[in-house]
């Protein structure tokens, strides 16, 4: 993956690429990207460095386009700029990760109706998208058979419900009765798999969102799917990506380092600072973190989960001080993907409640951080205003008037490249 120009212009950024197995890929003939961005740096010595990670892409393509876009976003805001000062010379880095749970062609048409796309081809999908581990194809095959036989099923049949136990154990997520398996996810509020359940909630979902396609047989394997993006974002931040922003740090001791993820990139942004299981934070607190529609957990970064009693996954951002200046989010009720899919996925509750409160299994794309403190609740503002932020400070922006242009079935979700969001993002980097 080489270093990237975005069209039209003479901004350049570095594409650094990883694989299902949280492996950096290795196909470039040049070699390991990581080794080529440490290098660059260690020769040009930025004054800044902006790392992003997106969400739901599922192919190079996609991501560059994203990047390119966002990038652009920054870089047109010349006003913004300038306030980094006359010696500002940033250094951009974008990661391609595999992290498409489902497309949308997959969520058209009715809960019950047999999936448009073949069902070879949807196991091929899955298979890839779920690290094509030992065993996950026969199982995957097992589900899509009985999906073919009754794909209007209002029951659960036994063996699809014990196929996807299977799946989940082999995939390493917790299933209801049975012993945890593997590393914890990424957020504690996720619920304990249960098939039957998923089953149950992705039709009632359904039944509430016509033509979202999000229950009957083949649901829960959205949600297991969804799941492994999540996890797969964790590993990726708290290995590869950690030990490259730590090599930076080290060999710039002067540079200020920010942080933005979308999605799920949310994840792999938090998973950077602490490192594995949390206990290896990088050499220094990085300057800004900005998580933009997050696909993370409300209660994350919190001190107790109220429902658990348990501190968030991410709580060691706050309490080891691992930003030296402001977190800040966005939330768009505009978005689908973190207001109705994101629940459903983590939570497997009976009736998704969309009430305009902080449930158990939201979002931070729809609430913000909750739990945390010191927290200000604030509205986007317009690329002219300042926000006047302050240092170790959580904002939660509430975005709709500006994240809110229709992306089909996921709403809002990636109408993040507009220069108010651009703006929010320069102003977290001047703290």
Request: net charge negative; with cysteine; hydrophobic share 40%.
């Amino acid at each position: 993956m080489p270093f990237r120009k975005i069209p039209n212009t003479d901004v350049t950024y570095a594409l650094i690429a990883f694989n299902a197995k949280g492996k950096e890929r290795t196909d470039d003939p040049d070699g390991l990207m990581s080794a080529e961005i440490l290098k660059r740096a260690k020769a040009e010595l930025p004054t800044d460095i902006f790392f992003f990670s997106h969400g739901w892409n599922g192919d190079a393509p996609a991501a560059v386009d994203q990047y390119n876009r966002w990038i652009k976003a920054m870089t047109d805001l010349a006003a913004d700029r300038a306030r980094m000062g006359p010696e500002f010379k940033p250094l951009w880095i974008g990661l391609h990760w595999p992290s498409l749970p489902w497309g949308d062609e997959e969520l058209s048409g009715d809960s019950f109706d047999a999936p448009a796309i073949a069902s070879s081809e949807l196991i091929d999908r899955y298979a890839e998208r779920l690290g094509d581990e030992p065993g996950v194809r026969e199982l995957l095959e097992r589900i899509f058979r009985e999906n073919e036989n009754d794909a209007g099923a209002t029951a659960m049949p036994p063996n699809v419900a014990d196929a996807y136990r299977d799946l989940a154990t082999t995939l390493g997520r917790r299933v209801e009765g049975r012993a945890p398996a593997g590393d914890a996810a990424p957020d504690a509020e996720d619920a304990p798999f249960d098939p039957e359940a998923a089953f149950e909630a992705g039709n009632e979902a359904g039944d509430s969102f016509a033509s979202q396609g999000i229950g009957g047989l083949l649901g829960p394997l959205r949600q297991l799917s969804f799941w492994t993006m999540k996890n797969r974002a964790r590993s990726i931040g708290q290995t590869g990506m950690h030990n490259l922003i730590a090599a930076l740090q080290d060999a710039l001791p002067k540079t200020k380092f920010h942080l933005t993820g979308h999605s799920f990139g949310c994840v792999v942004v938090s998973s950077i600072l602490g490192g594995v299981k949390d206990v290896h934070p990088l050499p220094r607190p990085v300057d800004s973190i900005a998580l933009i529609q997050g696909a993370l957990g409300v209660w994350a970064f919190a001190d107790k989960i109220p429902y658990t009693g348990s501190n968030g996954y991410f709580n060691s951002v706050i309490a080891k001080k691992l930003v030296r200046g402001p977190i800040v989010t966005t939330q768009s009720r505009f978005d689908k993907a973190v207001g109705v899919y994101y629940p459903l996925a983590v939570g497997v509750v009976g009736q998704v409640d969309f009430a305009e409160e902080v449930g158990r299994f939201g979002a931070v794309g729809q609430y913000g951080i909750h739990g945390a403190t010191p927290t200000v609740t604030a509205k986007m503002l317009p690329e002219t205003d300042d926000y006047n932020f302050h240092p170790g400070t959580i904002y939660n922006l509430e975005s709709s008037g500006y994240i809110k242009k229709m992306d089909g079935a996921q709403g809002a979700h990636s109408d993040i490249a507009g220069p108010q969001v651009a703006h929010a993002i320069w102003q977290a980097a001047l703290v």
